[in-house]
């Protein structure tokens, strides 16, 4: 076998990137890498978010000649940005997340990536977006369709020959709002904020996988009822409860919530209890006067 050409590049400075899948922004203010034939190895390099925080980045690019190549990094940090997505850039998951982990992990080819965060705890201001109608294979809101009349429109498929499979562990607590988004015509969405051990996994060219149990310690639950054209924001309350169980429709709610609106009482009374002598006048007076009244949400 022929011997590696190696070339040493020193003094790597005001490098920049940004990671397609996670969405953040890197920077390498200065490093060194080592780069032959077969790989190019990073050694330990320090990066930093768009926040400043720090990261040691350690691993390699394995490659032949620039061809076939296959990553091996490995991130430690105490406090990262780990992704921050927009809702048009990743329709399984976005939002932000900042962070200690140990370790993230990216290995695998260019074309079949797989990405593992452990022991991730939410230590800055975050917050997860989870659109439920994706996650359960059974939303699909197409708004405007076209197609020319007298023909058989045909149906357009992009195939997306690369794979990306990700596995985050992460310790929840309330620095992360959790968002489930049940319905994004709406706007109807449970946030939440509270604490948990949760696993996402999201195999490759598949739908999203949840485990674990999320305590919620505050939050807020926006419902639409179509049929009567109105819209409430439901207050959590301390103790409900989200398991999740695997596929999305198995996941389980255990919500209880309050809105407190003005209404009279009176008009919650039955024609029986409104008869003359049931109930002493004074009260029936005091029952047609609006007032403030918890609905509660179960």
Do not use: C, W
């Amino acid at each position: 076998g022929a011997t590696p050409i190696r070339q040493k590049l020193d003094n790597l400075q005001n490098a920049g990137m940004r990671i397609d899948f996670l969405g953040s922004y890197y920077t390498i203010p200065e490093g060194e890498i080592n780069v032959s034939n077969t790989k190019i190895d990073f050694g330990e390099i320090t990066l930093f978010d768009s926040y400043k925080n720090k990261a040691q980045l350690n691993g390699y690019i394995r490659h032949d000649h620039f061809k076939d190549m296959s990553l091996s990094l490995r991130r430690t940090s105490d406090k990262f940005e780990v992704f921050n997505l927009h809702d048009h850039e990743n329709q399984i998951f976005y939002g932000n997340l900042v962070a200690s982990f140990d370790p993230l992990t990216i290995r695998g080819k260019f074309n079949d990536i797989r990405m593992k965060i452990e022991n991730a705890v939410p230590v800055g201001r975050s917050h997860i977006y989870i659109p439920v109608s994706y996650g359960n294979g059974t939303g699909s809101y197409s708004y405007v369709s076209f197609k020319t009349y007298g023909k058989e429109q045909e149906k357009i498929t992009r195939k997306n020959r690369n794979k990306l499979s990700i596995n985050i562990a992460a310790e929840m607590n309330d620095l992360a709002i959790m968002t489930l988004v049940l319905d994004p015509t709406t706007g109807d969405a449970i946030n939440a904020a509270g604490t948990g051990s949760i696993r996402m996994e999201i195999p490759a060219n598949n739908d999203i996988r949840m485990y674990g149990s999320y305590n919620i310690d505050n939050g807020d639950y926006s419902v639409t009822f179509k049929q009567l054209f109105f819209k409430r924001k439901f207050i959590l309350n301390s103790g409900s409860n989200i398991s999740f169980n695997g596929p999305f429709n198995q996941t389980n709610l255990r919500i209880d919530a309050t809105y407190t609106t003005r209404a009279r009482l009176y008009d919650l009374l039955s024609d029986a209890e409104k008869q003359s002598g049931v109930i002493p006048l004074s009260e029936i007076s005091d029952s047609k006067v609006a007032q403030d009244v918890e609905v509660l949400l179960h």
